[in-house]
C-alpha cells in the first residue's frame, strides 16, 4: 500500500504542479497546488488500492467457496 500512496503522491504533485505552472502562476502558488495535489492523489490511490485488495479477496474466497462446493456435491452423489 505504502507503494501505491507514493506513486499516486507522485503523480498527483506533478499534475497540480505542471498544471498551475501552465495556467501562468508564480512558483509559490504552484508549489502550494503540487502539495495540495500530492495529498489528494495519495488518499485517492490509497482508497482505489483498497478497493482493488478487497475486490481480490473477495474474489479468491468466492472460487475457493465454489471449489468447495463443487467437491461437496460430487462427493454427495457417490
Not at 38 to 59: I, K, M, T
Amino acid at each position: 500500500m505504502k507503494h501505491f500512496q507514493l506513486i499516486g503522491g507522485f503523480c498527483g504533485f506533478v499534475l497540480a504542479f505542471g498544471g498551475s505552472l501552465t495556467a501562468g502562476n508564480e512558483v509559490a502558488i504552484a508549489l502550494r497546488d503540487g502539495a495540495i495535489g500530492c495529498l489528494c492523489g495519495a488518499l485517492l490511490l490509497r482508497a482505489f488500492h483498497s478497493v482493488l485488495a478487497w475486490s481480490v479477496q473477495d474474489f479468491a474466497m468466492e472460487r475457493m467457496r465454489r471449489r468447495d462446493d463443487a467437491r461437496n456435491s460430487t462427493g454427495a452423489n457417490k
